[in-house]
């Protein structure tokens, strides 16, 4: 069952999206191979016609960077799957490791699953004592500090068997520090907007549709939590939380402004856009949300998008902005509930809504997410780095094959060739949803690829938003203070 | 003090204990390596600056500056105001508590101990509980506390304890006051036993009422322990993290950063090592303060005791 | 105290309804949370809440203690890592601190005082500041990521305190009996070892108290040596749960309780001790 978006409509809006998007990404390589994807072409039925349509054996791709029996040492941290995944990714997970193992049996493997928060803490402390992993697989946005630090291992995707053009061209980006690349992307992901059909129609608002503009979302938020007297929107407002920009990021953007010039065509990271009134419109409207009409949660200052999973599922918050693992999540949830709450949550699932997150007077925009696995340089690592094993380990990650099974339900595969494999096509055909989280990708804008990045997206801009919305500045004074601050930032404090 | 004699027969001294000096050289050890070590690291690092782009060997030397830095921020006066209502009202509310508490348990009846215990509770279960707890019990939309106030008719909407920068604090300091309280009350409940029955009798017959007994009879046999007890207990505030730290971050929009957690952020979220250390050695000197009046209130009649 | 009889005794009767009003601020919290623990997730998100579960469960409690469910496996780790790192801090801590403590108590050697202000200061010092420094000395004794890192760690912020409990134990303990030991012809030694030292038993249990509580609640050293998730203690292992577990309050709720469940015991059997190690120190007869 698919939302009620026509294809004719998306594909109208991707038209318009995806010029704008190939002027701001990099140009494309011209792509000989017959493997290789066209992104002008991007839409859910170009993706479900590329999928299924090649057959990819990673062993023997991954051979030819390194034979299959080398013998060596491998130690690598990632976010794995943690009790609160669907088992789906457990299983897949597993599966992973157990064909790493049966492709590459003599590299002895030391993999450490480390949460989410604390993995860009654990990796910096390590590194301060030389005993950091060999590989290490990162979000999007951390990389680029151990890049511009000197940590990383230069590396490129001919390093490891693919070639550029297999990537996302944001994605390059993102692992590019002063024109050197310095990891290869596994996933992409970009979010969606999530909201409950019933609690729509109970609002008096269209179940089928969601809010069109970021504007509409606010007005839908009002209404849903005047006639129902629960929150609309699941805002979300945790200082030192990635949760937190990657919600208001799209926001800000779609209203016309951003943290930098990361928005534009050709960023050059050096203009702070945060105090333009385009920014302030967009922090505005969260004000509203939060303090005019108090129709998001109040928690939502200490909130992450984890606490708002548990009032979703119980049929108490309207609209969430998420990843397309969300379903899987909630779908876990639902089992997992008894008694009463069962048939609440059943009915919360078979009511969720995937659709475009709103656009603003500027543009539809999304966080361009996802991770990238690095390689550090034998000086930081604890027993010296094995780079052979290593280019193994990034070359089996990174392929068509597991890029795709590990981004099974919460992403996509950073390796485009993944679309075309038969997983691809299972996932199309049984994840729901799937295919309008993809279209969401050419609107993908990645953070500014700076090693302030963090700082200003973790601490500035939540900073931001709570001095808005706790009323200790004014909206234009809270703006005005973050511009400052990253302007001092840039300056090099 | 500890010599005797002059410069010349230290050595000599030192020579004739060398015998005491085992007996004190494992803790010693342990004591200076790890924390001989980190204070000298803590201070040179204070004159450096750390930037994002790089690696913390190649810091930059920048003197002072560091500290003019952390002192003329903007957020230092603020920080310092809520570290000193943040030590201030959990010591002194606590202690009151525990005096209370101390005055009510002081007659044996049945089940004493029994609330004894209960009181120590909070003290004993780790800070990271407590936060966790009252969290919950703060929560701004599923809170007890608030749906109670709503359904007693106090209040039109749940009460907003710590996402709401004019209360954050004070509800932080109740949950610290929770936790602590009963380490005064048994601290001044060993002190009520130093009252001489035989004084209280006396005043007794003399006509004096119970407030009047406390105050000229209990309350001078408590000088001692209550100035030790009020010394702990500033000294454990003033460095107290996790309640403020897990429960708000410092949150919302830092009305409830205290000096310590402003410290942990600064390192750890801003990667501001060289600022942080700045931030530290202030935070030392201004303990050294306070230390020097704490070990000269424990160490009184120390001498009487040894050989 | 007199028992002279007064219409009504105010001062009395201020102290029961002062006591009521203290064990209720004591108790309410801990109440909450366990019946929090009953509730099944939905339930405890209700607005208004449920004063008392409609359909009160256990099985929060069964998943963090059933071996076979992974949450369980998790948990039961973590309760077993703490338990391994409090013993060996108290194990050491006592060693170490307890011929220190006599030595302070007895002895009079140069820099003795200076050395116990030093000794003392350390419990001034936020922990939190020496988290990097002390982060890099493990690294350079190899000890990264080890519960080693831990119990060095923690016995310097348990030395302190013990040394200051046994020595106000010893300064408590009459030194004719030693003397009477050393005209019998045993050395210094002997006589610490086999007259004082059993003397001064309840105090090496308080000490040991100490040294255990501390070490089973503290977290932010443990959050920041330990890497991998196999080698946590609780108070991380918990926070890890309530960062990963979308909220489960109920869940976070059962398991501090069952995180507090052995300190408590070990304080309320062995309170005794405990309370007299706090005050020994704190009154000088």
Sequence with gaps: MKSAFSFARTIGTLAALLTTAAIAFSPMEASAQDTSIDLNKWSPDYVRSIAGTAKFDTAGDCSKVVPLDYKGKLSVWWTGPND???????????????????????????????????????????????????????QILGGVEFAAKGYLHQINPEDVGYAKADFWPGALKSVTWEGKTYGIPTNNETMALIWNAKIFKDAGLDPENPPATWDDLVAYSKQIHDRLGIPGYGLV???????????????????????????????????????????????????????????????????????????????????????????????????????????????????????????????????????????????????????????????????????????????????????????MKERLDSIRFLDVTTSMLPSGIPFPVIPEAPEIMNIIVPDMLQNALTGAMTVDAAADDAAGKVEDLLGGF | MGNSSRKDGLLAQIIAHRVDYLYVLPALIVMLVVIAYPIYYTVELSFYKTPANLQMKDKIFIGLDNYVTVLTSRSFHKVTVNTVIWTVAS?????????????????????????????????????????????????????????????????????????????????????????????????????????????????????????????HVTAPHLKGVSMVTVLLLMVANFNSFIIPWIMTGGGPAGASDIWITQIYELAFGRQRWGTASAYSVILFVVMMALGYFYVKALTRGDDRRAE | ??????????????????LLFILTFTVIPMIWMLLTSIKTQFAAMQYPPQWWPAEPTLENYVKLLDPTNSVGQDFLLYFWNSFYVALATTFLGVVVAIPAAYA????????????????????????????????????????????????????????????????????????????????????????????VMPLSTPGIIATAIFSFIGAWNEYVYALTFINRQDRMTLPVGIQRFFAEFATDWPGLMAATFLMSVPVVVLFLVLQKYFVRALTEGAVKH
């Design chain 1, 84 to 138: 609160a995944s669907p088992d789906i990714e457990r299983t897949i997970n597993d599966q992973f490791w157990a064909a790493w193992k049966a492709a590459y049996p003599n590299i002895e493997t030391d993999a450490q699953n480390v949460n989410y928060n604390v993995l860009l803490d654990k990796f910096r402390t390590a590194l301060l004592g030389n005993a950091a992993p060999m590989v290490v697989r990162l």
């Design chain 1, 237 to 423: 407002a945790r200082q030192n939380a990635g949760n937190t920009p990657f919600r208001f990021m799209p926001q800000l953007w779609a209203y016309g402004g951003g943290a930098l010039d990361e928005a534009t065509d050709s960023p050059n990271y050096k203009t702070v856009m945060l105090n333009t009134p385009a920014a302030k419109r967009a922090l505005q409207a969260s004000y509203n949300m939060y303090v005019r009409d108090k129709s998001v949660p109040v928690s939502a200052l200490t909130n992450t998008q984890n606490e708002n999973q548990a009032p979703f599922i119980a049929g108490k918050l309207a609209m969430v902005i998420a990843h397309p693992s969300e379903y899987a999540k909630m779908m876990d949830l639902s089992a997992k509930a008894t008694g009463a709450d069962k048939k609440i949550a059943e009915e919360v699932v078979a009511n969720m809504r995937y659709g475009l997150i709103p656009k603003g007077p500027a543009r539809r925009a999304v966080v361009f997410g996802g991770s990238n696995i690095h390689i550090v340089k034998d000086e930081y690592v604890d027993g010296g780095q094995d780079e052979m094993a290593a280019k193994a380990l990034v070359c089996f990650w990174t392929s068509p094959e597991w890029s795709t099974k590990l981004a099974w339900t919460g992403s996509n595969p950073g390796n485009l060739k993944g679309f075309r494999t038969e997983w």
């Design chain 2, 91 to 215: 010591t002194i509310v606590a202690f009151l508590l525990g005096l209370g508490a101390a005055l009510s348990l002081n007659r044996e009846f049945q089940g004493r101990g029994f609330l004894r215990a209960l009181l120590l509770i909070p003290y004993v279960v780790s800070a990271v509980s407590a936060s966790l707890i009252w969290q919950w019990i703060y929560h701004s939309d599923f809170g007890v506390i608030g749906a109670l106030a709503v359904e007693l008719g106090l209040s039109e909407e749940p009460i907003n304890f710590i996402d709401n920068i004019h209360t954050a604090l004070a509800s932080l300091i109740v949950v610290n006051i929770w936790r602590e309280f009963s380490f005064a009350m048994i601290m001044l409940m060993a002190g009520l036993q130093t009252v001489p029955d035989s004084l209280l009798r006396a005043a007794q017959v003399d006509g004096a009422n119970a407030w009047n007994r406390f105050w």
């Design chain 3, 1 to 18: 105290m007199s028992t002279a009889r007064k219409p009504i005794d105010w001062w009395r009767w201020a102290g029961r309804g002062f």
């Design chain 3, 104 to 195: 302070f108590s007895r002895f009079r050697f140069p820099g003795r005082t200076f050395l116990f202000f030093s000794v003392l200061l350390r419990n001034m010092f936020p922990a939190v500041v020496f988290l990097m420094p002390l982060f890099l000395l493990m690294r350079w004794m190899g000890l990264v990521g080890s519960h080693a890192s831990l119990v060095l760690t923690y016995l310097t912020f348990g030395l302190p305190l013990s040394i200051w409990l046994l020595k106000g134990f010893y300064d408590n303990i009459p030194i004719q009996l030693e003397q009477a030991a050393r005209i019998d012809g045993a050395t210094r030694f002997q006589a610490f070892l086999l007259i």
